[in-house]
């Protein structure tokens, strides 16, 4: 329970404490809402009545009474306020709307020609959030904010992309540039963080401290819980576990460095991988890109196709390895796998356990469960999605 208070200045902090025990504790008195935050009933009273007033939480009807007067229920009003969630990648936009419960009430994936630049990402996010406003009937003043997950390396203190190697981006700021176009408050963070979020919030992290999420995609990266908390390092870039060198490993990463998990576990890799193989065809995937040959790939290693199994299996491998140094050095509960991952998870889950199982410590991995993601492609843009809703309960 974050600390509360009474003074003035604790006015905001003590809203949202509040209003998450109302979130996390649907049908909630007054009354219980005292005792559990330790402010007086004039307090709560007040509180209460503001979030009325602006429509964040309704009245229920009443509850049991352990003697006089029935207390009214509290919970949280779902069609109040939305938040939106931009997960840009290679050659594909993801966007989300939901609403302060975090339900989702629209997605679609827009697919892209070509990789885009900066300037191109602004101007298509305006141009599909401006759609979505009128198409939806959303009315401006009920848009908490706007959250944007990029699969780069992002500076927390000026919000700049330091390096998106995958898109092609250097150095590049693009969150002021949005808040002008959206005219509303816009967050910009690392896709795999934006993946943790969603699973901390709504999937199988709920109630867990010390997680990590590492997502398969184009490239690899990881968002990292720690008590409760996103670990970020002192400048933002924990979780880049993409570029943790592995044994064995001679290949270049688009980085620039030699040796690094992305090179042989992504899925731009392995796909690589299968086009130098003689299963590939140019007659036979004429026309198909990446994510068809990948999906194809898929297919052909469930049919037993023994080529296309063992470039899985040796990224599996490669994965099962580097999590397991992530085991011996952040002792989490759960690792979750995630995005691409979930569509081939079935034929490689065992292989990655068994080898984080042999190169971590015993008890730690013991202690460890290595699982797949409940969601899929939209993680990053859900977890995007929520980063506003979260500012709105106190995180």
């Known amino acids: 329970m974050r600390k509360t208070g009474n003074n003035q200045y604790l006015k905001k902090m003590n809203q949202s404490t509040v209003l998450e025990l109302i979130r996390t504790n649907e049908g909630i008195s007054r009354i219980e809402l005292a005792e559990k935050t330790g402010l007086s009933a004039t307090a709560i009273s007040a509180i209460v009545k503001s979030l009325l007033k602006d429509r964040y939480i309704e009245e229920i009807g009443e509850g049991k009474s352990s003697g006089g007067r029935k207390p009214t229920m509290l919970k949280i009003k779902p069609d109040s306020y939305y938040s939106f969630g931009f997960d840009v990648d290679v050659k594909f936009i993801y966007t989300i709307l939901v609403d302060?419960?975090?339900k989702v009430i629209y997605e679609k994936k827009y697919e892209t020609d070509s990789v885009l630049g900066p300037d191109e990402t602004v101007d298509r996010i305006s141009d599909i959030y401006s759609s979505m406003i009128q198409n939806l009937k959303i009315r401006p003043e009920c848009v908490l904010g706007v959250g944007l997950?990029?699969?780069g390396l992002i500076d927390i203190h000026t919000?700049?992309?330091?390096?998106?190697?995958?898109?092609?981006?250097n150095d590049v700021s693009i969150q002021d540039k949005l808040r002008e176009k959206l005219s509303t408050t816009v967050y910009i963070e690392n896709e795999s963080m934006c993946s943790a979020i969603?699973?901390?919030?709504l999937g199988i992290c709920r109630g867990t401290e010390d997680f990590i999420c590492i997502n398969i995609e184009s490239g690899i990266g990881s968002g990292i819980f720690v008590r409760g908390m996103i670990y970020r390092g002192s400048t933002g870039s924990a979780g880049e576990v993409g570029h943790i060198p592995v044994p064995g490993n001679a290949l270049r990463c688009k980085c620039g460095k030699k040796g690094c998990l992305e090179a042989v576990a992504s899925v731009?890799?392995?796909?690589a991988k299968y086009r130098e193989s003689s299963e590939f065809s140019e007659d036979s995937m004429s026309g198909m890109d990446d994510g068809d040959i990948f999906g194809h790939m898929i297919n052909n290693a469930r049919n037993g196709e023994i080529h296309s199994l063992r470039i899985f299996q040796d990224a599996a491998v490669?994965?099962?390895?580097?999590?397991?140094?992530l085991i011996n050095a952040f002792n989490p509960q759960q690792i979750v796998l995630g995005k691409k991952f979930t569509q081939f998870s079935d034929l490689v889950l065992e292989i990655i356990?068994?080898?984080?199982?042999?190169?971590?410590?015993t008890y730690p991995a013991h202690n460890c469960r290595i699982l797949a993601s409940s969601f899929g492609e939209n993680s990053s843009a859900l977890g995007a999605a929520i980063i506003p809703v979260r500012k709105l309960f106190g995180y």
């Open 353 to 361: 356990r068994y080898e984080a199982s042999r190169t971590a410590l």
């Open 159 to 169: 919000k700049k992309i330091i390096l998106a190697p995958n898109m092609g981006w």
């Open 318 to 325: 490669s994965l099962g390895q580097v999590i397991g140094y």
């Open 198 to 201: 969603c699973e901390s919030w």
């Open 149 to 151: 997950s990029i699969p």
């Open 268 to 271: 731009n890799a392995m796909v």
């Open 100 to 102: 302060i419960t975090g």
